[in-house]
């Protein structure tokens, strides 16, 4: 049956099973995309603490549909003699947008820290730069060359982050996850070994560069953030090899020769306000 909104990929073994639907088809093509990553140590340590957690998927949710709480109602609690504290763990595309959308809507009565290595780490060093000063002069802190490793609970006093460098100072009501994203949760749900589709839970499904055919399945196809070619996992690259795998699933070899299903000059966009935008490589 159906798990995880995902139909498990059936085996020989188990058609008879009268709630399942059989599906047959020449070629297959899975774009199951990726879920943000959340380390189990964290959510037992947000679980202990009392601190709400959230990843890019849960943050914005109506307080009705977020189990864990809601950000709503951590922005209502705030005032200007109970500033609240919100850290986001992470410092890609996703840390940047989210962080000046809720520090917006924040306002100066909730302190917003974006603990991260470095900002945009594989962008080039001009818009490296441009982020920090868009995400600064909306009043966000960034404590760089730092990673969130645990909460911590002092009686009396609250819940902080720990830090990889040995401080424990900063203070946290929310905890904002901006971590990446994996496939494994999406893929695990499939029962590709009964397809002998080769996948491991970190890159996804190994797939050939230029047809973005499984390598260990001929007629199974994969893109977007769940094949081992994309490197980024960006709307614009999942949109890319989504066209070229469906194509690629269709025409014959000789209709398909000269283009690339993985391209150098795919644009990346950062949807902060002003937008921040890459193309090509960068100079280093």
């Given at each position: ?11 020989s ?10 599906v ?60 609240r ?70 009686q ?81 690259h ?7 795998a ?25 949807y ?13």
């Amino acid at each position: 049956s159906p798990r995880d909104g995902y139909i498990p990929w059936q085996s020989s073994s188990n058609r008879s099973n009268s709630s399942s639907v059989l599906v047959s088809s020449k070629k297959f093509l899975i774009a199951t995309g990726a879920s943000p990553i959340v380390p189990k140590h964290l959510e037992i340590a947000a679980q202990e603490s009392k601190v709400p957690m959230f990843t890019y998927r849960t943050v914005l949710q109506p307080s009705e549909m977020n189990h864990t709480g809601s950000i709503w109602n951590i922005l209502q609690s705030s005032n200007a003699t109970n500033v609240r504290n919100l850290v986001i763990a992470g410092g890609g595309p996703t840390a940047c947008e989210l962080g000046q959308s809720l520090a917006r809507l924040c306002g100066s009565n909730v302190n917003i820290t974006i603990v991260a290595p470095e900002i945009l780490k594989d962008y080039d060093v001009s818009l490296r730069r441009a982020a920090m000063k868009v995400l600064t002069n909306d009043g966000i802190t960034l404590l760089l060359r730092s990673r969130v490793t645990s909460i911590i609970h002092r009686q009396g006093s609250g819940a902080f982050v720990e830090l990889d460098n040995g401080r424990y100072s900063l203070h946290v009501d929310a905890l904002l996850l901006c971590l990446g994203r994996s496939p494994e949760r999406s893929l695990s749900s499939l029962s590709l070994h009964a397809a002998g589709v080769k996948w491991n839970a970190t890159t996804g499904i190994e797939v050939d560069k230029s047809t973005l055919r499984s390598v260990t399945a001929s007629n199974v196809f994969a893109c977007g953030d769940c094949c081992d070619q994309v490197k980024e996992r960006r709307a614009a690259h999942a949109a890319w090899t989504g066209f070229h795998a469906a194509r690629n699933t269709i025409l014959p070899f000789w209709l398909r020769m000269g283009s690339q299903a993985i391209h150098s000059a795919v644009p990346a966009v950062i949807y902060t306000d002003p937008e921040l935008a890459q193309v090509g490589r960068s100079y280093s």
